[in-house]
């Protein structure tokens, strides 16, 4: 246990599986949050490739805040240090869905999963300082033209997949929020907290969109959508000496650009909001 540890989660494919193979060949040991187990275990045999360090898999769910309490739980247990929590995991529903916790499954695992998995974890990262956050947003989230925290968090009405784009947009932006207010709550000598716009990226995020796969292969092919500059973003963010006092930031795949958290959640009453409004949700059963 003297290498550093990355916990990510959504490291069985896409962005999070080029930056937990980058952040393995730069010594660090390897943990993943995963649903999948057969993913889970194709990601560990292949990992073996690049490193001799074991890679340690937690099972769970992003999408129930009971299963992402209890992954953060076993995580703390389970190492005696946490450098690096990257929250990858992301969900581009085009339909609602609703989880056995009565939450949107988009919000759920794009925002509230990770919120709960990082509040489980602050305690064991700021007991290895320094040690870092990096949360995945995007620029979508620039399509959340309004956010009303505490209803937003709880609403599950149907929608169509031309107004999905607005709703996955919102839960990123609510990433970005909740990054920002998390780093004025954290003594950054100890843990930053920063997020990223990883670009357009040719990953299996909008896997429920028919006809994905093939339109997958066809960006690759033309070398459009290259998940590895993404990936890249976030390596920069979790490892990166120049970074090592930096939180709070919004970051673009674009040279590490700084960028402003777009309109409407901006404000920071608004992002205090949206703590407490997530606070108030989370530490309740859901329903």
Wanted: one cysteine or more; aromatic letters at 4%; a positive charge.
């Amino acid at each position: 246990m003297n290498r550093p540890v990355a916990v990510i989660t959504g490291a069985t494919s896409g962005l999070g599986r080029i930056a937990a193979f980058e952040l393995a060949r730069r010594g660090y040991r390897i943990g993943t949050v995963a649903r999948s187990r057969s993913k889970a275990e194709a990601l560990v045999t292949s990992l073996k490739a690049v490193t001799d360090e074991p890679v340690d898999v937690f099972h769970a769910d992003l999408g129930l805040l009971s299963d992402a309490r209890r992954a953060g739980e076993e995580i703390a247990a389970h190492y005696p240090h946490l450098d690096v929590l990257v929250n990858n995991a992301g969900l581009h529903a085009f339909a609602q869905r609703i989880t056995a916790e009565g939450l949107a499954e988009m919000t759920a695992v794009n925002y509230l999963g990770p919120f709960v998995l990082t509040e489980a974890l602050t305690a064991k990262l700021g007991s290895s300082a320094p040690a870092r956050i990096v949360n995945v947003a995007s620029e979508a989230s620039r399509q959340a033209k309004t956010i009303a925290p505490a209803e937003d968090l709880r609403r599950t009405d149907p929608y169509t997949r031309q107004e999905s784009m607005a709703l996955y947009g919102r839960t990123k932006l609510m990433t970005i929020m909740w990054t920002q207010e998390l780093a004025r709550r954290l003594d950054p000598d100890k843990v930053t907290v920063n997020c990223c716009d990883p670009g357009f990226n040719a990953t299996g995020l909008g896997r429920d969109l028919p006809g994905s796969a093939v339109l997958r292969r066809a960006l690759n092919t033309l070398r459009i959508g290259d998940p590895r500059k993404g990936a890249g973003i976030i390596v920069r963010l979790a490892t990166d000496p120049a970074l090592a006092h930096t939180s709070g930031g919004y970051f673009s795949v674009r040279d590490a650009r700084r960028l402003e958290c777009p309109e409407p959640g901006r404000d920071l009453r608004v992002q205090k909001d949206l703590w407490e409004a997530t606070v108030a949700l989370t530490t309740r059963p859901a329903g």
